[in-house]
């Protein structure tokens, strides 16, 4: 996984969550790209170009290095592409050899997946990947010739949409003249097998905005197959550098994902050991772990999901202004309040009497209770910057109200009030960062 893969992964688990905490029953699946061309490639790399001792002490890295040596080779070699052709058909059609290693290839990855995965606290319901629909995708193609949905053309078969003036000039490719099938045949079949599994009333993919034709292209398919659930894709923008190209290593190469969220948590130590050098090494080791991943998923978060933003740490780790380490620190602030007043299992008493008097009581209070229409307005748009923005300002809001009225030394009567505030922001804030997946 790299830097590219983080968006779907934090985007869509927010939405998850908030969806949840909404009532809905929700079920995640990780459509993993299991199958295909790359697999013959690998496949010949394993048998022609593996360092076994590189493999066993890190396989993924090794076979990273092996697909990159044969996609090479493929390009330069018509005798290798081939071969990796002949390899793919061999496993397509059940070869025992490659199918075991075809096993052991997704195995690998799957492992390397969840670690990251566990790191960022996302689970899945399901992974159902593209190979489990491969033994579909005949029927696939069958059923829609046989209603007339689609057709033969120069020996393919495809879609075509003839009363749909915005498509008309991109016919949906289903099966290619040599019989392999594609993406579009897949997710035809995903879609089938969710309709009839899962009888969903919305079916949200969340992947880049580059795939937005073929969304379209697949959701008029379903919608004339009969598939008439609400379909979305909530597309998103690409991470950029601070220099506003597409971010990368200095070699070019995407940045991987692990280490992104490695050097998360160091520059976020780093902080942690200047501010609280008495701390011990494992406290500051899960304060930054709990910042640093923290930072980056809101930084993503925070953005309109359509656009490119650029990827600044200094912005990210910033502990003031729309970053979550400022929430968090809103956060941890609230509750030295009661550590401080030895009142950290204060509760409201039943029957207290609430006073707001003050301008900046009145304005926390507001905001508090705008916190139901935000997440509904989250739910139409699938747009989880909206709460990131409400939180945003809830915790300004606080801080105005904190800097203006004494709480502690406030007066007998006003007192349980201003512990009320305090007590109830600190919950919106916890609940509001846990629906975007960042922990306090």
């Not at 909404?22 to 697999?39: M, P, R, S, Y």
């Amino acid at each position: 996984m790299h830097v590219g893969h983080i968006r779907s992964t934090i985007i869509g688990d927010a939405l998850t969550r908030i969806f949840r905490f909404l009532g809905h029953t929700v079920i995640t699946d990780n459509h993993v790209g299991d199958w295909g061309t790359q697999f013959g490639m690998m496949i010949v790399g394993y048998r022609t170009v593996l360092d076994r001792a590189a493999y066993e002490r890190d396989p993924l890295a090794e076979l990273e290095r092996v697909y990159k040596v044969i996609q090479a080779q493929s390009k330069a070699d018509s005798e290798v592409a081939n071969r990796a052709r002949e390899e793919l058909a061999k496993l397509q059609k059940g070869d025992p050899a490659n199918t075991a290693l075809w096993q052991e290839f997704t195995a690998v990855s799957r492992r390397a997946f969840e670690r990251i995965y566990a790191r960022l606290h996302v689970r899945f319901d399901h992974w159902l990947g593209e190979s489990f629909y491969n033994s579909f995708l005949p029927n696939v193609v069958q059923d829609l010739q046989d209603k007339g949905l689609a057709r033969p053309s120069e020996g393919a078969i495809c879609v075509f949409y003839e009363n749909e003036p915005e498509l008309a000039e991109n016919p949906f490719l289903i099966q290619k003249q040599d019989g392999a099938f594609l993406y579009a045949t897949t997710d035809l079949a995903t879609i089938k097998y969710r309709a009839e599994t899962f009888h969903p009333d919305r079916i949200i993919y969340v992947v880049d905005n580059r795939q937005q034709l073929h969304f379209r292209q697949l959701f008029a398919a379903a919608r004339r197959w009969g598939y008439t659930m609400a379909l979305e894709h909530v597309g998103f923008g690409t991470i950029l550098g601070e220099d506003g190209r597409p971010i990368k290593t200095r070699e070019g190469e995407p940045i991987k994902l692990e280490a992104l969220l490695e050097e998360a948590e160091e520059r976020a130590r780093a902080v942690v050991r200047e501010k609280n050098p008495s701390l011990s090494d494992v406290e500051q080791k899960h304060i930054a772990r709990v910042v640093g991943i923290g930072a980056v998923k809101y930084g993503d978060l925070l953005q309109n999901r359509t656009a490119d933003y650029r990827f600044s740490w200094d912005k990210m780790l910033a502990f003031d202004g729309n970053t979550a380490p400022y929430l968090q620190y809103v956060y941890a602030r609230i509750r030295s309040i009661f550590r401080r007043g030895d009142l950290e299992h204060w509760q409201p008493e039943p029957r207290m009497v609430v006073r707001l008097e003050a301008p900046e009581e009145l304005d926390l209070v507001k905001q508090m209770i705008r916190f139901a229409d935000t997440l509904l307005e989250v739910e139409r748009g699938s747009r989880p910057n909206i709460l990131v923005n409400f939180l945003y300002e809830l915790a300004t809001k606080f801080n105005l109200f904190y800097q203006a009225q004494p709480v502690l030394k406030a007066a007998d009567d006003i007192r349980p009030t201003r512990l009320l505030l305090c007590d109830v922001t600190a919950r919106y804030i916890k609940t509001g960062l846990e629906l975007l997946g960042i922990e306090t």
